[in-house]
């Protein structure tokens, strides 16, 4: 049976060969823990004093001034899962996720209660985009938004809050090289095909003009009533006349 005993700063050795490293504001943070919410996690050892977990509580512990801090004795365990041991206690955690919905909803709690957000351990910046997704989308969303805080897909609002390559599928601002890539392997497809961009689209593979655009030629050159009119003779070997079918 494990039991937590005390053991005074002089008398733990860290362990010479461990490969975590803790930055000053990390130990601050544990720091911070540990005046807020007591010495909650007692520093594992071994019989020898030597530290298998809470090299950084220890160093916290230095920082606060602390004389004696508890631990418990790891005796039952062989050299080498004590040397595992070390490595496992810091790996293992560092696979554990978030609830995101669930840790912002905690954290509007406790913002309400009036609690020190700081010593939650996150960074400023951090902090602060978490809260920002509580305060904003939320708040915007209102009754349309989903449990993440943001408007369902297909709304107004979240067409209005998508980007513009996300709603053209590029930005209609966007300039391309039409001397290159994929725009000309277009244009020798339609090559290919017989078609002559330069027509526009009214004009069919070939050049020549559809079907309809030869009904709407013939319609523009209709005379009023609907008739075609008849084509005009400019030869000098006709007579002129004056007007009243009488020759000049």
Known sequence: MLTIETRSLDRLIPYVRNARTHSEDQVAQIAASIAEFGFTNPILIGADDVIIAGHGRLLAAKLL??????????????????????????????????????????????????F????????????????????????????????????????????????????????????????????????RAWIDLGIRSELGRGAAPGGSPRPLDRARMAKASAAPGGSPLPAADYSKSKARGDGRGRPL
């Open 65 to 114: 001034g602390l004389s004696e801090v508890p631990v418990i004795v790891l005796d039952h365990l062989s050299d080498a899962q004590r040397r595992a041991l070390v490595i496992a206690d810091n790996r293992i955690g560092e696979n554990a996720g978030w609830d995101e919905a669930m840790l912002r909803a905690e954290l509007a709690a406790l913002r309400e209660d009036e």
């Open 116 to 187: 020190d957000l700081d010593v939650l351990g996150f960074g400023d910046a951090e902090l602060l985009r978490i809260l920002d997704s509580i305060d904003g989308p939320a708040s915007l969303g209102g009754e349309d938004a989903d449990d993440s805080g943001s408007p369902p897909a297909g709304s107004s609002a979240s067409e209005a809050s998508a980007t513009l390559a996300e709603r053209f599928g590029i930005p209609p601002f966007t300039v391309f090289d039409a001397r290159k890539g994929w725009w000309q392997e277009r244009k």
